[in-house]
């Protein structure tokens, strides 16, 4: 795109000397590539890794002292998986150096491009990509343009190189991204906050990253730390972590729980008396699946979408992409691939979401030493299971486990790979309402590259049955 003369006098403000870049991966290239495309002359990229080759027009400073020697008049771009309190970075703002990231520049520039844009930040320990999906699905229900940003979707500042920036944003965003979010460096307050804040359960994570839970807590209500009373923050009403962020700063609040403006009762997601959503509408399984719709929900309420929109942006959502993903329906049979759930307690969770109707499961997949026996005893104890299909380096294991846990209800077969597998689900429930459901417990080296492309081969066998094709 062509920058406004704002836009680079912006950049030009915060990198009046040259532009040195912190981490080489995914996040750092596309800092560079936004960088030289917003005409900053001098570019130097750092990291740990010696042998890392320079991109055209960029130095590169590489191994034990990639930090060392920044100079003073530089502004540093930290990738967000590298901690803002390195000692060189204090040592470089101590100077009067500026530390910035991709999110703190993405914003300052995005209010220069957009000033009335609008900015919504979801964060939370699990869920924060589904609730981004099904917030973009409403949108796009009401026919509003945005972007999908952050750690869904593109890099933020890839954003800037398209033709059109469109004036609704979603970002999903890690403590990792939020640790540093604030004032300074020359950013102003307005230049730190988002439009929405949205909170979902924040737990405890990433301790070998984080110093302790208060600082991972910290880190979430950077996201609304800098909201002000004409902004609003979106949180659970009874959820601590969720809480703690969502009422760090001075937005208006909308709460999902008991007591809040929604609440998830009796299988629904209702306002008051009103039923506005039951769990059977959805095309994903599982009660949290509600949590994540209502919190999404009330986003959109901030965004002012119609109820309309809202309603059949969360009816059409399918789940995230190989996440207990709903993969159509033909012949009364629902296929939901979960090629994501590599380890036991995922699968255990998928199949305890599906459980209300039989179920046939497509189970094993490369060997890493798992223990199966707490597998094998919550497989044994849901009801709903009519068949389990073996495949993979994993198979022995598995049926050893589960023979040993007791006597399965249910039958227990190997196969060679997972079309034949994913034929005898599909005859083990066909014409009970039952489900197929992919969700193996294991990683997928040997008969598949990777959990993606072991989904893809499930969502074509299933494509073959629904002609839908995802």
């Known amino acids: 795109m062509t920058f406004s003369d704002k836009f680079q006098a912006k950049v030009r403000e915060l990198f009046p000397h040259s532009a040195h870049v912190v981490g080489a991966g995914v996040e750092g290239l596309s800092t560079v590539a936004f960088l030289k495309a917003a005409g900053v002359e001098t570019i130097v990229l750092r990291d740990r890794n010696a042998s890392l080759k320079a991109p055209e027009g960029v130095s590169v400073i590489a191994g034990d002292g990639y930090l060392d020697g920044i100079p003073v008049q530089a502004t540093v771009m930290r990738s967000a998986g590298i901690r803002p309190d390195l000692p060189?970075?204090?040592?470089?703002?101590?100077?009067?150096?500026?530390?910035?990231?991709?999110?703190?520049?993405?914003?300052?520039?995005?209010?220069?491009?957009?000033?009335?844009?609008r900015v919504v930040g979801v964060t939370a320990t699990m869920g924060k990509g589904t609730i981004c999906t099904i917030l973009s699905g409403m949108l796009s229900e009401a026919g509003m343009p945005h972007?999908?940003?952050?750690?869904?979707?593109?890099?933020?500042?890839?954003?800037?190189?398209?033709?059109?920036?469109?004036?609704?944003?979603?970002?999903?965003?890690?403590?990792?991204?939020?640790?540093?979010?604030?004032?300074g460096d020359g950013l102003a307050v307005a230049d730190c906050a988002v439009d929405v804040g949205l909170f979902g359960r924040v737990t405890l994570e990433h301790l070998d990253w984080h110093k302790d839970q208060i600082e991972y807590w910290n880190a979430k209500a950077n996201l609304a730390n800098w909201l002000t009373d004409d902004q609003w923050a979106v949180y659970l009403a009874n959820e601590p972590g969720s809480v703690f962020g969502g009422m760090a700063g001075d937005a208006l609040g909308r709460t999902l729980g008991e007591g809040g403006e929604l609440e998830v009762r009796d299988?629904?997601?209702?306002?008051?008396?009103?039923?506005?959503?039951?769990?059977?509408?959805?095309?994903?399984?599982?009660v949290f699946q509600l949590e994540n719709t209502g919190l999404a929900w009330l986003a959109a309420r901030c965004l002012e979408l119609s109820e309309d929109a809202i309603l059949r942006g969360a009816k059409a959502f399918a789940g995230l992409r190989h996440r207990l993903m709903w993969a159509g329906e033909a012949e009364g049979i629902r296929y939901y691939n979960d090629s994501y759930a590599t380890r036991p307690e995922a699968t255990l969770a998928a199949v305890d979401a599906l459980a209300s109707a039989p179920l046939a499961l497509v189970l094993g997949g490369s060997d890493k030493n798992i223990d199966f026996t707490e597998l094998a005893a919550g497989l044994l104890a849901c009801p709903s299971l009519v068949h389990i299909s073996l495949i993979g380096a994993t198979a022995g294991r598995l049926r050893e486990a589960l023979t040993a846990a007791g006597v399965p209800p249910f039958a227990l077969l190997e196969y060679p790979g997972l079309d034949p597998a994913f034929e005898a689900c599909e005859q083990a429930v066909r014409g009970t309402g039952g489900a197929v459901l992919l969700s193996p417990a294991c990683a997928?080296?040997?008969?598949?590259?990777?959990?993606?492309?072991?989904?893809?081969?499930?969502?074509?066998?299933?494509?073959?049955?629904?002609?839908?094709?995802y």
Request: proline residues 4%; neutral net charge; hydrophobic residues 50%.
């Open 88 to 117: 060189a970075f204090l040592a470089h703002r101590a100077t009067g150096g500026k530390v910035l990231s991709q999110l703190r520049l993405f914003l300052a520039l995005y209010r220069v491009l957009h000033p009335n844009g």
């Open 147 to 183: 972007a999908l940003l952050g750690n869904i979707g593109k890099a933020m500042l890839d954003v800037f190189l398209e033709a059109d920036v469109p004036e609704t944003v979603i970002l999903e965003l890690s403590s990792f991204q939020l640790s540093d979010l604030g004032p």
């Open 267 to 286: 299988n629904a997601l209702c306002e008051g008396d009103i039923r506005l959503l039951e769990l059977s509408d959805l095309k994903v399984p599982g």
């Open 444 to 469: 997928s080296f040997g008969l598949f590259a990777n959990y993606k492309e072991r989904g893809e081969a499930f969502l074509k066998l299933a494509a073959a049955r629904t002609g839908i094709s």
